[in-house]
């Protein structure tokens, strides 16, 4: 009961990557790069243990970035001709690769990295992948030139992957899917289909994570501009109760979501967020606990899963740690409470 996870990123060691940094470049020569992550990835699982983090994740310390980190093993995308664009309904510009060609994966993009962290923690091990909505909105197309066919495309692509993680000792695979929160008319139309298709068959837990953003500028400036309350999440609940997805992971501490709203989601596992990721200040147990208090009002205890709102990338690591240590110990108190171990 109250199992904690993570949305999925920590911050990475400053010996493999820019700290406090999104996109940001390695700084290990190629030849020492895979020793280094696999090194960052035991001090990652390391430091959710210790919190008392019950699922945890390889922290993506494998990656640039959550989307790019699985567009780079596939045909089809030519990350030499880069452009620049807005994403998220041009709530900011980022360089991205362009598709090119019919999109191929040949070999297994993540298995190694599944493989690792499974054989250095005997905990539950969730694991990260971009949904097929989000990867549309965070690259160049020039080849489908059809969102809706790029997406089933990917979601293929994505059911393929999740099957061979699922059959390395993977416990649950979530698909990161912030696009959700911008284009809501594409989540009615086909978007929940894509979410399907991503996960046919595969026999592990599934879980969608729908946020407001990584703690940068650019989504804090825009949560500005949504106003008292923010009802995004509104529409696409409904959807999401109704859907083959096990888990549903969303934001929620120092959020103007009203709490109500997880009423939606009835008969679903619920992700809650309890971890603000655009601050630097750290949350103490009673604040986390309180929050999951208030949680509690609209989700069973065996249904609530306190998690972060987002990934810890941007943030400096002793900070994420504290984070990670606040998350554990708010959970424990309301076990405490509630009378189970």
Request: proline share 6%; aromatic share 6%; hydrophobic share 40%.
């Amino acid at each position: 009961m109250l199992l904690t996870t993570i949305a999925g990123s920590l911050p990475k060691p400053p010996w493999l990557a820019a700290p406090e940094t999104l996109w940001a470049p390695w700084r290990l020569p190629r030849e020492q790069l895979a020793e280094g992550q696999r090194d960052a990835v035991l001090v990652a699982l390391k430091d959710q243990e210790r919190a008392g983090i019950d699922i945890v994740t390889d922290g993506e310390q494998s990656r640039q970035h959550f989307v790019h980190g699985f567009l780079a093993g596939l045909e089809g995308i030519d990350f030499g001709r880069r452009v620049t664009i807005g994403i998220r309904a041009d709530r900011y510009r980022a360089e991205v690769p362009t598709v090119t060609g019919p999109l191929c994966r040949r070999a297994p993009v993540h298995l190694g990295e599944v493989r690792w962290a499974r054989a250095h923690t005997a905990r539950k091990l969730k694991f990260t992948l971009p949904g097929p909505r989000t990867l549309g909105d965070t690259l160049a197309d020039e080849y489908y030139r059809d969102r809706v066919g790029l997406a089933m495309e990917f979601a293929r692509l994505l059911n393929e992957e999740a099957r061979d993680l699922v059959a390395a000792g993977l416990d649950v695979l979530q698909l990161d899917e912030p696009a959700f929160n911008v284009y809501m008319d594409d989540v009615k139309t086909w978007g929940i289909d894509a979410l399907h298709r991503a996960v046919d068959g595969l026999g592990c837990r599934t879980a969608v994570h729908i946020c407001y953003g990584y703690g940068i500028k650019a989504n804090i400036d825009w949560k500005r501009t949504l106003g008292a309350e923010w009802r995004q999440y509104e529409e696409t609940f409904p959807l999401l109760a109704q859907s083959r997805i096990d888990q549903i992971s969303l934001e929620c501490a120092n959020s103007r979501v009203p709490l109500s709203l997880l009423g939606l989601l009835a008969g679903k596992d619920v992700l809650v967020g309890v971890i603000d990721v655009a601050t630097q200040a750290i949350e103490t147990p009673e604040e986390v606990a309180a929050t999951i208090r208030r949680a509690t009002a609209y989700v069973r205890p065996e249904r609530l899963y306190p998690c972060t709102n987002c990934g810890m990338v941007p943030l400096p690591r002793a900070v994420a740690r504290g984070k990670l240590q606040a998350l554990g110990g708010g959970a424990r108190l309301v076990r405490r409470e509630l009378g189970v171990a």
